[in-house]
Nanobody
Framework: QVQLVESGGGLVQAGGSLRLSCAAS????????MGWFRQAPGKERNFVAA????????DYADSVKGRFTISRDNAKNTVYLQVNSLKPEDTAVYYC????????????????????WGQGTQVTVSS
C-alpha cells in the first residue's frame, strides 16, 4: 500500500511555471514506477509523464515534451513535475499515480494500469 498526496498547483499566467510535488508514504517508494496524469473538465484522464523506479528512464506525452520535466527523489519519497511554458490548454487537475510494475513496454501511459492514485492538484493557466 502507498498513499500519495499532490501539492504545488495554482493559478498562473500563460508562459509561467509551476513545480508539482507528490509525496508518498512508506519506505518502499523506490519499488514503484510513478506517473503524472491530468484531467480537464469533461475530458478523459490523459497521460502526462512517467518515471522508472530508479529515475533512469522517463517518458512524456507529445503535448508536453520540451516543456515538462518529471523527476524523483527516492530519499524524500517524492516525485516532481516541473511544468514550464504553460498554456491555457494545460489547465486541468493533475494526478500522480504509482504502480509496482517495472517501466517496460507502454503500460505506464495507461491510467487504468496504475493501482495507486493521489487526490489531485488543480493547475489553472490564464490567457
Amino acid at each position: 500500500q502507498v498513499q500519495l498526496v499532490e501539492s504545488g498547483g495554482g493559478l498562473v499566467q500563460a508562459g509561467g511555471s509551476l513545480r508539482l510535488s507528490c509525496a508518498a508514504s512508506g519506505r518502499t517508494f523506490s519499488s514503484y514506477t510513478m506517473g503524472w496524469f491530468r484531467q480537464a473538465p469533461g475530458k478523459e484522464r490523459n497521460f502526462v509523464a512517467a518515471i522508472s523506479k530508479s529515475g533512469s528512464i522517463t517518458d512524456y506525452a507529445d503535448s508536453v515534451k520540451g516543456r515538462f520535466t518529471i523527476s524523483r527523489d527516492n530519499a524524500k519519497n517524492t516525485v516532481y513535475l516541473q511544468v514550464n511554458s504553460l498554456k491555457p490548454e494545460d489547465t486541468a487537475v493533475y494526478y500522480c499515480a504509482a504502480d509496482s510494475k517495472g517501466m517496460y513496454g507502454t503500460w505506464h501511459a495507461r491510467s487504468r494500469d496504475y493501482n495507486y492514485w493521489g487526490q489531485g492538484t488543480q493547475v489553472t493557466v490564464s490567457s
